[in-house]
């Protein structure tokens, strides 16, 4: 049941952010994807953790999002790109305006994160910026999620608490007869 409520929760997610991609709305898209990540990034968090935190976010992204997504950037600037996009619906966070991280600028649709790349190169911000397909976000994340249920699977100590918080938090698990 909680399994299936996971999934159920993603699924949603992942279609509205593919609706909202195909209606070339990319920001509220990135919203979404980074919320996405939030959320698992809470269900993966370790017991000790009352409330999920910047280094739960990046724990995720490194263990189940980042391994063979062929994304250029890291999981701390993925994170400073979330503080961006969700809080400001900017690339600049507090990371970037430290120069602690580099920006993420996007490309999507017909757009080429690799020519993006190189033409950040040319202009020599490759030390201020990395590029990242929207697209290939959002692939990423499906992988990532793939990834983290057969980590569950193979982890029969973590999966239980995960499972249990997806059970009592999600919303899927509101009875019908009380919406």
């Known amino acids: 049941m909680s399994k299936q409520t996971i999934e159920n929760n993603f699924n949603e997610l992942a279609e509205a952010i593919q ?25 993966n968090r370790p017991q000790s953790h009352p409330d ?9 992204v490194d263990k189940f999002m980042l391994p063979q997504s062929g994304l250029l950037c890291s999981a701390i600037e993925l994170y400073s790109a979330r503080c ?3 809080h400001s619906y900017q690339a600049e966070s507090k990371l970037t305006r430290e120069n602690k991280v580099k920006q993420i600028w996007y490309a999507w649709g017909k757009g080429d994160a690799n020519r993006l790349m190189n033409r950040i190169d040319q202009a020599k911000r490759n030390e ?38 997806a059970a009592k938090k999600l919303f899927s698990n509101i009875r019908h007869e009380l919406v």
């Open 19 to 43: 609706l909202i991609l195909s209606a070339k709305k990319h920001l509220p898209a990135l919203i979404l994807i980074y919320s996405a990540i939030d959320l698992l990034a809470w269900l």
């Open 52 to 60: 999920v935190v910047k280094d739960d976010f990046i724990s995720w």
């Open 84 to 86: 961006g996009i969700v």
């Open 128 to 165: 201020i910026a990395v590029a990242v397909q929207v697209e290939g976000l959002l692939d990423a994340l499906k992988k990532g999620f793939n990834n983290f249920l057969e980590a569950l699977e193979a982890n029969p100590s973590h999966a239980p608490l995960v499972y249990e918080r």
